[in-house]
């Protein structure tokens, strides 16, 4: 049993810090959460529905977004019409926690680790903006097309940053990068 755990003790370490820190990222989020009233939307949630707003109001005048009064979600409208709402699950914090998490598991030096999950956070976050205010347009257009779009394309979109930004994480500035010069 001791040959194994030495055998595979990076992917253990590994294993321990991803879920630890996830464990915890998600916990901190939760209690976040937990501060809000049930029926009231969170502050996170309302800042992506009104920068989706802005983005949209970019290519249609007739776009807005407007709070429900029953329901913790924001709706959205595009050219003046109710095509989907944002609900927490929306905002991508938890795509966020992902990234974060895998990113401390490979942790490299503070700095740069740190500087990686700013920077790699505010990318998703942007890129998630722009990714609702693209489905919005779309189902606009394509309702019929809503559960290929909502359900396929747009995560696949979002999970493919995270995985893109994972292995530039991993072959340029982990511990574990390479550092031969080619």
Same mark, same amino acid.
């Given at each position: 049993?001791?040959? &194994?755990?030495?055998?595979? !003790?990076?992917?253990l370490l590994f294993l321990a810090t991803f879920f630890l820190a996830?464990?915890?990222?998600?916990?901190?989020?939760?209690?976040? *959460?937990?501060?809000?009233?049930?029926?009231?939307?969170?502050?996170?949630?309302?800042?992506?529905? !009104?920068?989706?707003?802005?983005?949209?109001? +970019?290519?249609?005048?007739?776009?807005?977004?407007?709070?429900?009064?029953?329901?913790?979600?924001? !709706?959205? /409208?595009?050219?003046?019409?109710?095509?989907?709402?944002?609900?927490?699950?929306?905002?991508?914090?938890?795509? =966020?926690?992902?990234? =974060?998490? /895998?990113?401390?598991?490979?942790? %490299? !030096?503070?700095?740069?680790?740190? *500087? /990686?999950?700013? %920077? %790699?956070?505010? *990318?998703? &976050?942007?890129?998630?903006? +722009?990714?609702?205010?693209?489905?919005?347009? *779309?189902? /606009?257009?394509?309702?019929?097309?809503?559960?290929f779009l909502h359900g396929v394309l747009f995560p696949l979109y979002?999970?493919?940053?995270?995985?893109?930004?994972?292995? =530039?994480?991993?072959?340029?500035?982990?511990? &574990?990068?390479?550092?031969?010069i080619k």
């Amino acid at each position: 049993m001791k040959k &194994y755990f030495i055998l595979y !003790k990076p992917f253990l370490l590994f294993l321990a810090t991803f879920f630890l820190a996830y464990i915890v990222l998600t916990f901190l989020y939760q209690r976040y *959460l937990s501060g809000f009233e049930e029926n009231e939307i969170d502050s996170i949630t309302r800042m992506v529905g !009104k920068n989706t707003a802005q983005v949209l109001q +970019l290519f249609n005048d007739g776009s807005a977004i407007e709070e429900s009064a029953a329901h913790p979600y924001m !709706k959205l /409208f595009y050219d003046q019409k109710y095509v989907a709402r944002i609900i927490e699950g929306c905002n991508a914090i938890s795509v =966020i926690i992902l990234f =974060i998490s /895998f990113v401390v598991a490979f942790s %490299g !030096k503070l700095k740069m680790t740190l *500087l /990686f999950i700013f %920077g %790699g956070s505010l *990318l998703i &976050y942007v890129l998630n903006v +722009l990714r609702i205010a693209a489905l919005i347009a *779309l189902i /606009f257009y394509f309702p019929k097309q809503e559960p290929f779009l909502h359900g396929v394309l747009f995560p696949l979109y979002i999970y493919g940053v995270v995985f893109i930004l994972w292995l =530039i994480w991993v072959r340029k500035f982990s511990r &574990y990068a390479s550092k031969d010069i080619k």
